[in-house]
C-alpha cells in the first residue's frame, strides 16, 4: 500500500469518526429537555352562589419525577375561567408578589418523547472489511436492504380527574421468527428452520403456539428482513424466561400497547380499543406500520379516539444479505396522542364499584356533583377486565362475555332503561306544589288503596297511615297519596316537570348508545297508543311506573337539580384535553343542562322529605343514616318485567349532605326472579356503606373540620305509634305493560 493510500484510508476514518460524533451530539438530549411533572389534586370548589357555576383551569405542579415513571396528565382547578399557561419552577425570590411585581415567563418545558421500543440489536460484532464506512460496505451488497417503516405512536392516556392513569401504555413482548439468508431458498429448509424454533418455543411455554407452513413461507419470501411474530404478548415472567434461556434465530419483538391498570375499573366508561388492521403481510410497502395501530371501539377510546391517535414516527433499517441489521436511523419520533382528562375520581369509583360489588350481583351506582355537574363515579355490575382485548380478543373470550347471562358489556348507569319508581316521586311532588295541587298544609288521606275506574290501586303499607302533608308523603313514600296528587296535578304538569329535570332526553354523556328513557305525554300516547295520558296513566306515571322509564345517570340528574336548588346541571364526563406539554388544547366548562324555575319554598319542602326519609323515626331509609353528615334521598322498589317474569328494582337517590348538597347519587340493584328486594333492604344500606366509608376517608384527611349536622328530621308518627324500623319499601301493585318490555334493554334471557 502507498503512502498516498494510506494517507486516504487515514483521512476517511477520521472523516467518518467525526460525522458520527457530530450526529450524536447533535441526537442527543439538550438542557431544556427536562422530566414531565406529576399531577396534583384538584383543588376544592367553594361555591357561595350556586347560581353562578365555575369553570376550570389547568395547574401544574412543580415536583420533579423520576424520568422512567410514566407521566401524568395535568389535573384542573376549577376556580377560573380562563386556560392557564403551564406554570413553571421558580425560586422563593420569584414567588414574592411584593418583590417581584412583573415576572417574565419561561418558555414551556420541552416534553420528552417516549424511548422507541428497543428494536432487537443482531448487528455485526466486526464488518468484513476493518474500518469500512457502514454505508459503503451496503452499497457494494446486491441483496441487502434498506427499509423505510412507519413506528405507529403510544396512545394518549385517559385519568381521572388527579392525573391517575385510567388507560396507558406499556411494552408489550412477542416471540418473533429471525430468518438467515438461505441462498438456494429451499422451502422445505427454511420450514424446518422456523418448525424447529416453534417447537422450542413451546416446549419452554407449553404452549400450542404454531404457524402455517404457508405463513412461514410468504415471510421468508416477502418480508425476511423482519422478524416474525407467532406468539400473544409475553407476561413479565415468560419474558424473563426468554431471556434466560435465548437461540439464535428467535428474538422478542416489542411493540407499544394499550394497558389499563385498573382492569375491570370504569371499564363502561373508559372503553376499549381494537387492532385497525391485521399484522402486513407480502411484500414490505415503503412507509407501512411496523405493526398495526388501535382504534377506540367502546366508551372513551371510541369517543376522542382522534385525540389518542399520536403520530407515526419514520426509521430507516440498513440491513445485509442475511438479515443482519447493520444500521438504522431514526427520521421522525412518534408522537405520542393527547390526553383526555375525565371527571372521574379513582377513590369514588373504586369505592362505588365495592359497595355493588358486595351488595349485587347486577346494578349501577352514579355519583355527581350538585354544581359542576362533574360525574364522580360512573359504576355498573358486573364488569370486565378490559385487558382482555389487548393485544387481541380471543373468540372464546368475547362469546363468553356476550353469552353471560348477567350482561357484563352491558353499561348500565346509562344504557339501562328502568321504572324510576318513587326516586320519581320528588318530581312529581314539586309538580304538584308548583301548580298549586298542594301546599305545605294540605293534608290528603293515605289509605291501604283507592280505586280508580274499574281497578284497585294499592299502597305499599298494608296499614292506612292517616292524613299525610307532602314531606310526609314523601318520607313515608305513600303510593295512594300520589295516585291522589298525581291525577289532580294532571299528566302534562308531571311529564313537563320531568322534562324539566331531563328526563325522557339524553344527559348528553360523551359515550355511545346512551339511553334517553321515555315520559309519557298526552300527545305521544294518543299517537302510538290511541288513548288520552289520563285515568290510570297517570296514577302509574306517579309512582314512577306504568310507561315512565329512565336510566340511574337520569336520576341522578334530577337529584344533582334538586341539591343545586337553581338549575339542572349537565353532567360533565371530560373536563380536558391536554397535549404533551399539559397545555389545555379543550377545556369542557361547566353547562347548565336546564333552568328549573321553582320555588324556593316549594323546594325547601321537597329536601325536608328527603331528610326525612333517611333521619325520621318513620322514613324508609334508615339504614343509609351517615356518622359524619346528614343524608338525604329517596328510596324506590319498582316492577319490572324481563323475558315473561316479573322482577324487582331497588332504587335509592339524593343527596349529601342535606344541608349544602355537594354531591347527587343515584343507585339501583337488580334482584333475581322470585326474590323480594326494596330500596329500604337493599339500596339503602348499600348507598350508606359507600358514603360513610368516603366520609371516614375525608375526616382522617381533615376535610370535616368545619362541618356540623345541622338538618332536623321530622317528629311525624304513624297513627298507633307504628314503628317503620322493620317495615319495607313501596312495591307498586300493577305488573306489566308492553311498552316497558319492548324498550327493555335485558330482553336476552339469564
Not at 356533583?369 to 355490575?381: F, M, P
Not at 334538586?562 to 399539559?582: A, F, I, T
Amino acid at each position: 500500500m502507498t503512502f498516498k493510500e494510506v494517507i486516504s484510508h487515514i483521512f476517511l476514518l477520521v472523516a467518518w469518526l467525526f460525522s458520527s460524533l457530530v450526529y450524536a451530539i447533535e441526537d442527543g438530549p439538550t438542557n431544556e429537555e427536562k422530566p414531565v411533572p406529576k399531577a396534583i389534586a384538584v383543588s376544592k370548589v367553594e361555591v357561595k352562589d350556586p347560581t353562578k357555576i365555575p369553570r376550570a383551569l389547568p395547574v401544574q405542579n412543580n415536583e420533579a419525577i423520576d424520568e422512567l415513571a410514566i407521566p401524568k396528565a395535568i389535573p384542573i382547578k376549577e376556580d377560573s375561567d380562563e386556560v392557564s399557561e403551564p406554570i413553571e419552577n421558580k425560586s422563593e425570590e420569584t414567588n414574592n408578589i411584593e418583590d417581584n411585581p412583573v415576572e417574565e415567563k419561561e418558555p414551556p418545558k420541552k416534553f420528552e418523547l417516549p424511548p422507541l421500543p428497543p428494536i432487537q440489536d443482531n448487528i455485526l460484532k466486526e464488518l468484513e472489511k476493518e474500518n469500512q464506512d457502514v454505508r459503503a460496505a451496503w452499497e457494494t451488497q446486491t441483496e441487502a436492504r434498506t427499509l423505510t417503516l412507519k413506528v405507529p405512536a403510544p396512545r394518549g392516556q385517559i385519568t381521572d380527574r388527579n392525573g391517575d392513569p385510567l388507560a396507558q401504555n406499556k411494552l408489550g413482548y412477542f416471540v418473533a421468527l429471525k430468518f438467515p439468508y438461505f441462498k438456494e431458498s429451499k422451502a422445505l429448509e427454511i420450514i424446518n428452520y422456523a418448525k424447529e424454533r416453534i417447537t422450542y418455543i413451546k416446549d419452554i411455554y407449553d404452549s400450542d403456539w404454531s404457524l402455517s407452513d404457508e405463513r412461514i413461507i410468504d415471510h421468508y419470501k416477502n418480508r425476511r428482513w423482519l422478524p416474525l411474530p407467532f406468539s400473544p404478548m409475553l407476561s413479565e415472567e415468560q419474558v424473563e424466561t426468554f431471556k434466560s434461556q435465548p437461540k439464535a434465530g428467535l428474538e422478542l419483538f416489542p411493540t407499544y400497547q394499550r394497558f389499563y391498570p385498573g382492569e375491570g375499573l370504569a371499564c363502561h366508561v373508559v372503553g376499549y380499543v381494537g387492532k385497525k388492521a391485521k399484522a402486513p403481510s407480502g411484500a414490505v410497502v415503503p412507509g407501512e406500520l411496523l405493526w398495526p395501530i388501535t382504534e377506540g371501539r367502546e366508551g372513551l377510546e371510541k369517543t376522542f379516539d382522534d385525540r389518542l391517535q399520536g403520530s407515526p414516527g419514520k426509521i430507516n433499517y440498513l440491513f445485509d444479505p442475511n438479515g443482519v441489521k447493520l444500521a438504522e436511523e431514526v427520521i421522525a419520533r412518534p408522537v405520542p396522542g393527547k390526553n383526555v382528562i375525565t371527571s372521574i375520581d379513582i377513590e369514588m369509583q373504586t369505592l362505588a364499584e365495592k359497595v355493588l360489588s358486595d351488595h349485587t350481583e347486577r346494578g349501577a351506582f352514579v355519583v355527581m356533583d350538585c354544581i359542576t355537574g362533574d360525574v364522580y363515579a360512573l359504576a355498573s355490575r358486573p364488569t370486565y377486565d378490559i385487558n382482555v382485548w389487548i393485544p387481541a380478543i380471543t373468540n372464546n373470550k368475547f362469546k363468553e362475555l356476550q353469552e353471560d347471562p348477567d350482561l357484563p358489556l352491558f353499561p348500565r348507569a346509562f344504557r339501562g332503561q328502568y321504572p324510576p319508581a318513587s326516586a320519581f316521586k320528588i318530581s312529581v311532588a314539586l309538580a304538584a306544589l308548583e301548580n298549586g295541587t298542594v301546599d305545605q298544609n294540605t293534608l290528603i288521606d293515605c289509605p291501604r288503596s283507592i280505586q280508580i275506574g274499574d281497578k284497585i290501586f294499592r299502597n305499599w303499607s298494608k296499614k292506612p297511615e292517616g292524613n299525610l302533608n307532602v314531606m310526609n308523603a314523601i318520607m313515608r313514600s305513600c303510593n295512594t297519596w300520589f295516585y291522589v296528587v298525581g291525577r289532580e296535578t294532571g299528566g302534562e304538569n308531571i311529564a313537563s316537570m320531568a322534562h324539566r329535570f331531563g328526563f325522557g332526553e339524553k344527559t348528553g354523556l360523551p359515550l355511545s348508545a346512551e339511553e334517553d328513557g321515555f315520559i309519557p305525554t298526552n300527545s305521544v300516547l294518543q299517537e302510538k297508543y290511541g288513548h288520552s295520558f289520563t285515568g290510570g296513566y297517570v296514577a302509574h306515571a306517579s309512582i314512577g311506573q306504568g310507561y315512565v322509564l329512565s336510566t340511574p345517570m337520569q336520576v341522578a340528574q334530577m337529584m344533582a337539580g334538586v341539591g343545586n336548588g337553581y338549575v339542572v346541571p349537565k353532567p360533565r364526563l371530560v373536563l380536558q384535553v391536554q397535549d404533551l406539554n399539559n397545555n389545555v388544547t379543550e377545556n369542557f366548562f361547566p353547562e347548565e343542562k336546564n333552568a328549573l324555575n321553582v320555588s324556593q319554598e316549594n323546594l325547601s319542602l321537597i329536601r325536608q322529605g328527603m331528610v326525612d326519609v333517611v333521619n325520621a323515626s318513620s322514613g324508609t331509609a334508615m339504614r343509609a343514616r351517615n356518622e359524619y353528615v346528614t343524608m338525604s334521598g329517596k328510596t324506590g322498589t319498582g316492577q319490572w318485567v324481563q323475558n315473561g317474569e316479573k322482577l324487582l328494582i331497588s332504587w335509592f337517590a339524593g343527596c349529601v349532605p342535606a344541608e349544602n348538597p355537594r354531591f347527587a347519587f343515584a343507585a339501583i340493584c337488580e334482584g333475581n326472579p322470585g326474590q323480594e328486594i326494596t330500596g329500604s333492604n337493599k339500596s339503602a344500606p348499600m348507598v350508606g356503606e359507600f358514603f360513610n366509608s368516603l366520609y371516614e376517608l375525608k375526616k382522617e384527611r381533615g376535610e370535616l373540620e368545619d362541618y356540623s349536622k345541622t338538618a332536623v328530621a321530622s317528629t311525624f308518627k304513624l297513627p298507633d305509634d307504628q314503628d317503620n324500623e322493620q317495615s319495607v319499601d313501596e312495591v307498586p301493585s300493577e305488573g306489566s305493560n308492553t311498552l316497558r318490555r319492548l324498550l327493555n334493554p335485558f330482553r336476552k334471557k339469564r
